[in-house]
């Protein structure tokens, strides 16, 4: 099956307004397609403002389509004549109502429903899915993670209450997500094969980077925790594999260009090499270098770090020439288009470190378009 581009016709993203599906649309918009945002309510300003805007920075165009992933049917008529589905929806088990059992639907149910209105369509090509390095991880192996791994590998090494089955997903979110991204993977890659398109899947480990809306700052999400640790609030210790949220998405776009993949490709999005593993320590100093004299918070508490999970972006360099951010780029930029936002309160010492500079020589690169020009209206 032949790759896609701009000129090909119409993509879909599905959990457009969400903070990978954002930069999955406008990474598409800035090289020229035409995407159609699904959305959960399109008519809600607050979370999709940030994807209208888009359309004023082209050269392509985003039209937004009200579709509850839950629903039946939803996608039937925004993937008419669509030759791309970039599928990022997902029930992530951090907001209100949700549990384990709807995280463990909203991933394989909700995707089995996308992919019969995806056959309906008969026009698509490529299929680009995005999974989680929960799909890839593997407590119970010690060596670097590759695209060849998988997270259910080594199941009678799990202590019963971590098995996968149906009676643990049910009380746990951790075993619900992972099992619902392996098993939406599988399907995805066999469903594409028996009805002639490709799908691919995307595996990403410690997502931070810009927020592109308000709405993007959200409880047990990673971009979140640097705004806590700013903000001066510590976290349990954790060990980081940070991956910026524009390299995922333009690993997508690049993933759906190219002709050298075939059904079935997985794609790690981590850490380019040890500059992206660091202790939540590590973090912590990082941030400090970045804004001097900002009381950073790190660990609150102390003990000993499991090194893991470690893997390094290898795929999407050599095969789709993706080119990542360095850390301390995407630590900054997470940093500052929180601050831009008014998501945390604004230190002296933030307001400094924007006005004179820093010794690591970076400038800010967060804001595609002048989002701190826009009205405190349009912002909300």
Same mark, same amino acid.
């Not at 589905?85 to 149910?109: C, R, W």
């Not at 360099?317 to 850390?327: A, D, E, F, Y």
């Not at 288009?337 to 970076?362: H, K, M, P, Y």
């Given at each position: ?6 000129? *090909? ?58 579709? *509850? ?42 995707? +089995? ?43 009678? /090494? ?7 089955? /149906? ?79 524009? *390299? ?24 380019? *090499? ?39 972006? +290898?795929?999407?360099?050599? +095969? ?33 470190? +924007? ?26």
């Amino acid at each position: 099956m032949p790759s896609i581009g701009p000129n *090909d016709g119409p993509v879909a993203v599905t959990g457009a307004a969400g903070y990978i599906g954002s930069h999955i649309v406008l990474t598409l918009v800035k090289h020229g397609y035409q995407v159609r945002a699904c959305v959960r309510d399109a008519s809600r300003l607050s979370n999709v403002a940030h994807l209208n805007l888009m359309n004023s920075i082209g050269p392509g165009s985003v039209s937004l389509h009200s579709c *509850d992933m839950t629903i039946a049917g939803i996608y039937d008529e925004v993937f008419k004549g669509c030759v791309g589905i970039f599928h990022a929806a997902a029930e992530m088990g951090n907001l209100a109502g949700s549990t384990p059992q709807k995280v463990y639907d909203g991933g394989i149910l909700a995707t +089995q429903m996308l992919m019969e209105s995806i056959k309906k369509a008969g026009t698509v090509k490529r299929l680009v899915y995005t999974s989680s390095f929960a799909a890839v991880s593997n407590p119970h192996n010690n060596e670097p993670f590759t695209e060849e791994s998988w997270a259910d590998m080594n199941q009678d /090494m799990r202590p019963p209450e971590k098995a996968w089955t /149906m009676e643990v997903v049910a009380k746990d979110r951790e075993i619900a997500y992972a099992m619902t991204k392996v098993d939406s993977e599988r399907f995805v890659y066999k469903e594409a094969q028996e009805n002639n398109f490709e799908a691919f899947g995307v595996c990403p480990c410690h997502v931070i980077g810009p927020l592109l809306s308000k709405t993007h700052m959200r409880p047990w999400t990673w971009q979140t925790r640097v705004g806590d640790m700013m903000a001066g609030y510590g976290h349990p210790r954790m060990f980081w594999n940070i991956t910026d949220v524009r *390299d995922v998405a333009e690993a997508q776009r690049l993933i759906a260009e190219c002709s050298e993949n075939s059904n079935g490709d997985r794609y790690n999005l981590c850490a380019k *090499d040890e500059s992206g593993t660091l202790t939540q320590p590590e973090v912590q100093a990082h941030l400090q270098k970045l804004y001097p004299g900002v009381g950073v918070a790190g660990n609150w508490r102390d003990g000993n770090f499991r090194q893991g999970p470690i893997a390094f972006l +290898q795929k999407a360099i050599t +095969q789709l020439g993706l080119k990542p951010h360095t850390v301390e780029q995407t630590l900054k930029d997470n940093v500052d288009s929180i601050v831009a936002w008014g998501l945390i309160e604004t230190r002296e010492g933030v307001e400094n470190w +924007q006005r004179e500079g820093n010794d690591l020589g970076l400038s800010s690169k967060w804001s595609p378009y002048e989002y701190p020009a826009l009205s405190p209206a349009q912002r909300e």
